[in-house]
């Protein structure tokens, strides 16, 4: 299974592209979309057609996004939720499903503490991902949405394969 992690962003968006097969995970790709144009509306035109060409090019099976937090600035938390409607948007075209994570969240799942600095991050996604190379501190959050998404979607199959034990034992 490929799994799409996307770390939102007006500016600079984060994705990464990982592959979970029998438990492990692999690094397929990584990048960051960076966006092109003078007014808001361009700007949004340019991620929306980079992350479709990523999601062209790699065939994920799954993707997910990383929440955002509201800051002091409501017109800048504005713009980055307008940013994180295209990375939902994208994925949702191509007929994925799309999990939603938490910045804390997606930290604990990967270095094991809600509140971890992104030089944590990137050294742990560098762990669990031995020999990648990262494209930038946005590309390895995406990294790391992809692997939180990667441990859910394993916990989420091993529910169910007890769950249906459990019902063929009745």
């Known amino acids: 299974m490929r799994v799409l992690g996307i770390d939102p962003g007006l500016r600079n968006l984060g994705w990464g592209v990982i592959e979970v097969h029998k438990g492990r995970m692999r690094h397929i790709a990584n990048g960051i979309c960076r966006s092109e144009g003078d007014d808001l509306a361009a700007r949004l035109l340019s991620l929306h057609g980079q992350l479709t060409q990523v999601v062209a ?89 992809a692997i939180c998404h990667a441990f859910q979607l394993q916990s989420a199959g091993r529910l169910a394969a007890a769950l249906a034990a459990a019902e063929a034992g009745r």
């Open 57 to 145: 090019g790699h065939a994920p099976d799954a993707a997910a996004v990383e929440q955002t937090f509201v800051n002091k600035d409501a017109v800048a938390t504005l713009k980055l939720g307008q940013a994180r409607a295209v990375a939902l948007l994208v994925p949702a075209q191509a007929g994925l499903t799309v999990g939603e994570y938490a910045p804390n969240a997606v930290k604990k799942a990967v270095v094991g503490v809600g509140h971890a600095a992104k030089q944590q991050i990137d050294h742990m996604v560098r762990l669990h991902l031995p020999g990648v190379a990262v494209a930038g501190p946005d590309a390895a959050d995406a990294l790391a949405v």
